[in-house]
Antibody, heavy 118, light 112 residues
Framework: EVQVVESGGGLVQPGGSLRLSCAAS????????MHWVRQAPGKGLEWVSG????????GYADSVKGRFTVSRDTASKTLHLQMNSLRAEDTAFYYC???????????WGQGTTVTVTS | DVVMTQSPLSLPVTLGQTASISCKST???????????LNWFHQRPGQSPRRLIY???KRDSGVPDRFSGSGSGTDFTLRINRVEAEDVGFYYC?????????FGQGTKLEIK
């Protein structure tokens, strides 16, 4: 069974840092890309960041550019999201998403909660 | 960025009736591989989004044939025939043709 499992969420003060991880299993190839998508309480879905699996090219939403960094560990098949200079508006449920085919957003994890509060 | 606009945002439906959700994009969604990358997701409270439809009209495995997607260019539609109680929740369209991927605002389907 293909799946992705997030970890690393928690409670952090404004200005602090967190590192999210996403472990992928059951996939037979590198597929297309992996992403982080977040959902603030009671709100819709927002793409945060993504990385192409064939060339490690990355992309970021304007709201997190310069503060968040996406990376992956090929050996452990793990995706990371380093989040620095966190703000209250970063409070959300963060989902790891894998594209099996381009643009597919085929597989979603259960998510991990990030709460930024003083 | 491509803006995705859904309507309606609230959709009360009688059990057994048909529901229809519109999604309009500000740009075409044709990928370099020739596919139109428009997906539909369903999210129940407390759960992750689940993809129902990809490439405009292809149903994911296990999705009832009551669900169908259609459209082209910048106008797309999700149709749910014979609405059942389990269909309640939020529905989102998403374009995957251009980075950043973008989502519609979400449509809340509820039973009258």
């Amino acid at each position: 069974e293909v799946q992705v499992v997030e970890s690393g969420g928690g409670l952090v003060q404004p200005g602090g840092s967190l590192r999210l991880s996403c472990a992928a299993s059951g996939f037979t190839s590198d597929d297309h890309a992996m992403h982080w998508v977040r959902q603030a309480p009671g709100k819709g879905l927002e793409w945060v960041s993504g990385i192409f699996l064939k060339n490690d090219r990355t992309g970021y939403a304007d709201s997190v550019k310069g503060r968040f960094t996406v990376s992956r560990d090929t050996a452990s098949k793990t995706l990371h999201l380093q989040m620095n200079s966190l703000r209250a508006e970063d409070t959300a449920f963060y989902y790891c998403v894998r594209d099996i085919l381009p643009g597919g957003a085929d597989v979603w994890g259960q998510g991990t909660t990030v709460t930024v509060t003083s | 960025d491509v803006v995705m606009t859904q309507s309606p945002l609230s959709l009360p439906v009688t059990l057994g009736q048909t529901a229809s959700i519109s999604c309009k994009s500000t740009q075409g969604l044709v990928h370099s591989d020739g596919n139109t990358l428009l997906n539909w997701f369903h999210q129940r409270p407390g759960q992750s989004p689940r993809r129902l439809i990809y490439n405009v009209s292809k149903r994911d495995s296990g999705v009832p044939d009551r669900f169908s997607g259609s459209g082209s260019g910048t106008d797309f539609t999700l149709r749910i025939n014979r609405v059942e109680a389990e269909d309640v929740g939020f529905y989102y369209c998403m374009q995957g043709a251009h980075w950043p991927y973008t989502f519609g605002q979400g449509t809340k389907l509820e039973i009258k």
